[in-house]
């Protein structure tokens, strides 16, 4: 049912809200809205019951084991949550002048340093929304950084053929047209190809390390050295820094720019789809065209940097200093981990997802690369069961869903058939893994003796399959009355 | 754990990342801390802030928030869902985005709203990016953008957009009435080759918090084939008339709104997260940019919701997609709609209304001060611009600072941006600011300049 179905004439939340309609008359009649916005009428505690049921209807990490490969689905401490709706900070004004702004632009200085020791860059920018954002920033610095030494023929970027489609769709939003660079069946680079592709033409590599395909690019060295030689910059994918915090550095491997998603390797919530954070750090010679604003330390104390200060940065990305909020999040984070806590992330994450590997080949799963070490996540191909029983990846998904357990990520990389991208992350303990290994090997059994059971998944949820077609089709989005 | 993986410690799961390119001790981080003191070390921090009376906005505005908003938004089960990609098992997202998909369309009287973007300036440039997608009968790539529009939604769509050979246009407004006026808008056009101007980007309320004539703007845009971008407060639009009513009964409407849903229970926080609204018109829908909810039915017949039209985003097209968006800002949506639930169109009127009344009070009682004065003539909303011509040569800046010591946050400084307004701040009131507040600072404002042009009669007289 929707909350507008709960709505009935003249009922409202009040006293939340002025109690008298002060006059509008000085406005000109033609200004003012005619009738009221059809908007839901309900009593505080009609809200607050629909949103708490349907809230219910969710599974999250507070309530599932969600093992969703590339999407580092660990624990979010609620420390971080309530230091960071402390009054003094949710009330501040993103225009509050400097001086009032102190306690608050600490922590974002703070936030910038330790960001650039954990990735070894030369200095950050904490101006990006989101992953996809940062992404933007990151490359629309590379290009300005070739513009700005008269380098205009630089029109490529390089993306391997397994990177998240958010490469490829910023590239283009950058004003450069993408070429694809293949993999190896072992997961690495075809660096043969790669030497094929670069040339003058080359602005850039956009790489992710450890790779979509849950290893380690070990050819690291030679790749950043072909592009580098070419006059290419190497950009830096953060989505699977949680793999390696505190073990290596994108710096150190040779990446002149990276973006990290504070909302996986930090431990800032999903929401369901955000708010996140794409904080971009840069080597020494991108440092001019880092996005704005960005925080500054002085013998005042700690102060925005303007256009005035960084005349060549690419600019604003929002109208204040992107998700605060969320920035304070990680702060939190970083503060309670601590430079002991971030290799420890690394490390158990890392054992959680090679011991599962180990567990899914003993129990009969085909991986997508045998014989190497799993990042933080591996993957399995179920092509095989496809071939013989005729259910797919999205099958065992959807039954794992009825065993509570949110499924891994499916169909991505597109490289690989029939493919789950399993991440437990550091959270979890052993008897969830196992717990996990143990739905997946029950699913198989089902797949082989009665593969019905997978295609009427999920038995057990609010809804079973959707209609996405009609949806598609018969568009509905958006509640017009009852008709 | 090791044992069935066969190795004989962690380290070992790292050998194949080369030895020399290891990290050492990240000196730079400090130790961990534990929870109480990390807590203190915050409570210390946050201590630190101003706790002065806001009559700031520019963008960002103070309003009161029901306890129960943030209560329910950060129970677990939203806090901490991924973006509902598994359908069945994130209902209660899905679901949710669906309401506020559809109160979005109810407050803008749009068609079709997504699920939302990062804030009101990139939504504004990502709505930029769609026009010129959906303009097919325009080949200019021009967008007329006039100054009266927030500075740094201007800002941030330049970042966005020059890359893709887009020309923002600066159109000038009218210095008495605070409004871009079509005779303005007109000679732009004129300048342009063959007249071919793909859209207009019009604010309602201005930066300046003025009132445009939307109405006849919509209208001329509209029979000269350029497509019109609303940027609105959504929160006066529970009372001003909303963009897909402006203009012509028939054939009218802006064809894209955009703005930043802060205002509609996302606290000041800073500066975020708050999140873009984006709506458009139903013939644009493939043009949008983001994630979009439909309601659809599951095997059974069920009602149920999903992710649809996913074939514009970019994990599906790839450098094909609308745009390179996929997290946006999912748990500020949720807290806006549970927002606007326990308003609804009342709450949202009264707020709206007392924000209006209120900011009239202030204008009044401040402009009764000597070297105070409004500085344009359009109806404003609750936002205005005061120039100030304190004898003193005191400059805005100057009268802020002093203001602050008095408790008081009394407005963003314009000579930055509008350095033609000379001495000019812009004030805000919400619903939030009492009789007495605004009686504050009528008083700290009469001291400052006072004390100003007593400081300068002194200095003269020496």
New interface residues.
Partial sequence: MLIFEHSSAGRTGAPQSPVEKASLSAIPENMLRKDSAALPEVSELQAVRHYTRLSQKNFSIDTQFYPLGSCTMKYNPRACNNLAMLPGFINAHPLTPDAQNQGFLACMYELQSMLCEATGMAAVSLAPMAGAQGEFAGVAMIEAYHRSRGDDARKEILVPDAAHGTNPATAVMCGFKVKEIPTLDNGDVDIDALKQAVGPQTAGLMLTNPSTLGVFERSIEAIARVVHEAGGLLYYDGANLNAILGKIRPGDMGFDVIHSNLHKTFSTPHGGGGPGSGAVGVAERLKPFLPLPQVAKDDNGYRYLTAKDCPQSIGRLSAFMGNPGVLLRAYIYMRLLGREGMVRVAEFATLNANYMMAEAKRRGFTLAIDGRRASHEFIITLKNEARKYHVSAMDFAKRLLDLGYHAPTTYFPLLVPECLLIEPTESEAKEALDGFMDALEQIKHEAETNPDILHAAPQTLPVKRLDEVRAAKQLDLAYKGSE | ??D????AS??D??????AH???G???????????MD??R????????????I?F?G???Y?H?I?A?V?E?T???????????Y????????L?????Y???M???TAM???N??M?????SLAEAILMAVRANRKSKSRMILMPTTV?P??R??A???VD???IELIDVPYDRTAGTVTLEQLKQQVEGTPGGDVTALVLQQPNFFGC?ED??VITDWAHENNILVIAVINPLT??????PG?WGDEQNGGADIACG?GQPLGA???????Y?GLLCCKQSL?RQMPG??????????G?????L??Q?R?????????T??????????V?AS??Y????????????A??C??NN?TLVEKLSAIDGVKKAFSA?H?HESVLQLEASSGMTAADV??AL?EKGV?GG?DMSHDYPELGEAILVCTT?MRSAEDIDVYAKAMRDVLASGDAAASLAESA
């Fill in positions: 754990m090791l069935s993986i066969g190795v962690i380290d799961l790292f050998d194949e990342i080369p390119l290891r990290a001790v990240l000196e730079a981080v400090p130790a961990g801390m534990n929870e990390v807590s070390l915050m409570r210390q921090r946050a201590a630190q802030n101003s706790t002065a806001c700031l520019a963008g960002a103070e009161h029901p129960a943030w329910i950060t129970r677990g089960e939203y806090y901490s869902a991924y973006t509902p598994q359908a069945e098992a994130s209902q209660g997202t679901q949710l985005t669906y309401e998909q559809s109160m369309t109810a407050l068609d079709v709203s699920a939302s990062y804030d009101g300036a990139s927030n740094a939604y800002k941030t330049h970042t966005i890359g893709q050979k009132l939307v109405d639009m529970a009372v001003l008339k909303p009513n930043d606290p000041l926080s800073a500066g975020g997260p999140y829908v994630r979009i909810v439909g309601r659809t039915v599951d095997l059974d069920k009602e149920g919701f999903v649809t039209l074939a985003e970019q994990h599906i097209r790839r450098s094909k997609a745009s390179n968006i996929c997290t946006n800002q999912g748990l500020v949720t709609t549970i606007m639930a326990i308003q609804g169109a009342q709450g949202l009127e009264n707020t209304a007392a209006f009344a009239n109806t909303f802020l600072k602050i946050l963003f619903e």
